[in-house]
T-cell receptor
Framework: KAGVTQTPRYLIKTRGQQVTLSCSPI?????VSWYQQTPGQGLQFLFE???????NKGNFPGRFSGRQFSNSRSEMNVSTLELGDSALYLCASSLGEGYTEAFFGQGTRLTVV | GENVEQHPSTLSVQEGDSAVIKCTYSDSASNYFPWYKQELGKGPQLIIDIRSNVGEKKDQRIAVTLNKTAKHFSLHITETQPEDSAVYFC???????????FGKGTHLIIQP
């Protein structure tokens, strides 16, 4: 069974630009969660989607948004990029029925210059 | 919301010795506690988890214990090997839906 796939693996953007990251969950998983990982703040929850609906949201500004498609694939978008948005962005997929095991992708390394 | 504290931030042990990493959580309603291992350049890998209806769970050289009264849980790795060197994270549910709150991580170093 294929794991969680995130694309692209690496991205370099300029301040003020926007970026879209993609996550394909494990087949059969309906929940996708997104996290930001930085050396200073660690792993921080961004939001979670289940059956195309956002169920849970972390404490991030409105510049961070996401969506989920009918095939459970998810995208997250960051608009008006700031230097502080440089981070490893991780998505995790799970069945979504209560608290079940969450499996992470390799992440997308975003660098804002 | 849930708050998870993890200690120590760095742990160095001799190969073959045991390692213990401890976490505390704040929400007494939390009922699921996973542990992840993250190697350089990779995403976190789920290595073991425990639910609140059991006090201990083992999988070969790793085990997790849970004390619901004290609201803490621990990861135990026995007979440590070089490949155990990594950053380990504990986590607890955010509440309401899927999504986890993570501890700050423990950098485990296995000395040869």
């Amino acid at each position: 069974k294929a794991g969680v796939t995130q694309t692209p693996r690496y991205l370099i953007k300029t301040r003020g630009q926007q970026v879209t990251l993609s996550c394909s969950p494990i087949s059969g998983h309906r929940s996708v969660s997104w996290y930001q990982q930085t050396p200073g703040q660690g792993l921080q929850f961004l939001f979670e989607y289940f059956s195309e609906t956002q169920r849970n949201k972390g404490n991030f500004p409105g510049r961070f948004s996401g969506r989920q498609f009918s095939n459970s694939r998810s995208e997250m978008n960051v608009s008006t990029l700031e230097l502080g948005d440089s981070a490893l962005y991780l998505c995790a997929s799970s069945l979504g029925e209560g608290y079940t095991e969450a499996f992470f992708g390799q992440g997308t390394r975003l660098t804002v210059v | 919301g849930e708050n998870v504290e993890q200690h120590p931030s760095t742990l160095s042990v001799q190969e073959g010795d045991s390692a213990v990493i401890k976490c505390t959580y704040s929400d007494s309603a939390s009922n699921y506690f996973p542990w992840y291992k993250q190697e350089l350049g990779k995403g976190p890998q789920l290595i073991i988890d425990i639910r609140s209806n059991v006090g201990e769970k083992k999988d070969q050289r790793i085990a997790v214990t849970l004390n619901k009264t004290a609201k803490h849980f621990s990861l135990h790795i026995t007979e440590t090997q070089p490949e155990d060197s990594a950053v380990y994270f504990c986590a607890a549910p955010r509440g309401g839906a899927d999504g986890l709150t993570f501890g700050k991580g423990t950098h485990l170093i296995i000395q040869p």
